[in-house]
């Protein structure tokens, strides 16, 4: 295989990876906003906390226990927030929102700097995912292969939970009329509430995942948080398709902006998101309400 060859492949597959680790954190924000009609800008921040809580849970057992209960300590979390805070303000429209979720985002900024600092941490990769995926003459570190692997596998179960379950159809359901569905007798609210700690859920796992791959700092939910945000507005504010597709392309994007334009590789989001939204301002597969 020649050089160029090789880089062009290798970039690729970092660009997935990357893009792959988008949409698990993009899925949640959309799933909120598309489901919910709430834009809750401290998304971000679930994810990053994930992260923090994930390296010590690590730290004290190991990757698979934090990726299992760090998520949940956020799903707690951001029921708690759902039910008693973004739901008495949620009548009042998205500014409040806004300003809210803004706030609960920098809370969690100052107590992540206070319990666990201000320098980088890494989480070790576990031992069965530290080697390398050899595909004939072609080597790539398995743990970001891994991260391919289980985004899709979440994108799975998740179109799986919202099509071919009763939670699902009543989620769907009340998004279309939610008193009809209240009429029936079904908690809405309650179902609100869970949803909004699904999609916490799936930022958890996504800063659980990104802690050995990309470490664990405050500045982590701004700079994922700001291409994930990117991600959702692109693909179309409520659309899993759209923020799957926007993931990919903002992965590639990044990736091979970094190899071949390093100077103006940060540049290049804010240009593709531009040209996208002055062809279709809803997005890629956004649609106007």
Request: hydrophobic share 60%.
């Amino acid at each position: 295989m020649d050089p160029m060859t090789f880089i062009l492949i290798t970039q690729l597959v970092h660009g997935l990876a990357y893009g792959m680790l988008l949409f698990l954190v993009a899925a949640g924000l959309s799933l909120i906003f598309g489901m919910m009609d709430i834009l809750n800008l401290s998304h971000a921040y679930f994810f990053m906390l994930a992260a923090y809580i994930g390296y010590t849970i690590a730290g004290m057992t190991n990757f698979w226990v934090a990726l299992l209960l760090a998520p949940l300590v956020v799903v707690a979390l951001g029921m708690v927030i759902e039910r008693f805070m973004l739901r008495k303000i949620h009548p009042f429209g998205h500014i409040p929102e806004l300003v809210l979720t803004i706030g609960i985002g920098l809370i969690i900024m100052e107590f992540c700097k206070a319990v666990w600092g201000t320098q980088s941490l890494m989480l070790q990769t576990p031992e069965i995912l530290s080697g390398l995926l050899n595909i004939g003459v072609f080597r790539y570190p398995l743990y970001r292969a891994f991260i391919i692997f289980f985004a899709v596998a979440m994108m799975i179960l998740m179109g799986i939970l919202f099509y071919k379950t009763r939670f699902g159809t009543i989620v769907r359901a009340a998004t279309a009329d939610a008193d009809m569905v209240n009429a029936l007798g079904i908690n809405v609210p309650l179902v609100y509430t869970v949803f909004f700690g699904f999609g916490t859920w799936l930022a958890g796992l996504a800063g659980v995942v990104v802690a050995p791959f990309l470490s664990v700092f405050p500045g982590l939910a701004d700079q994922v948080g700001f291409d994930a945000f990117v991600v959702v507005v692109m693909g179309g504010l409520g659309s899993m398709s759209g923020a799957f597709v926007g993931a990919i392309l903002i992965g590639l994007l990044n990736s091979f902006g970094i190899q071949f334009l390093p100077t103006a590789a940060p540049l290049l989001t804010f240009g593709l998101m531009a040209l996208v939204l002055s062809i279709k301002p809803t997005g890629l597969f956004g649609v106007r309400q």
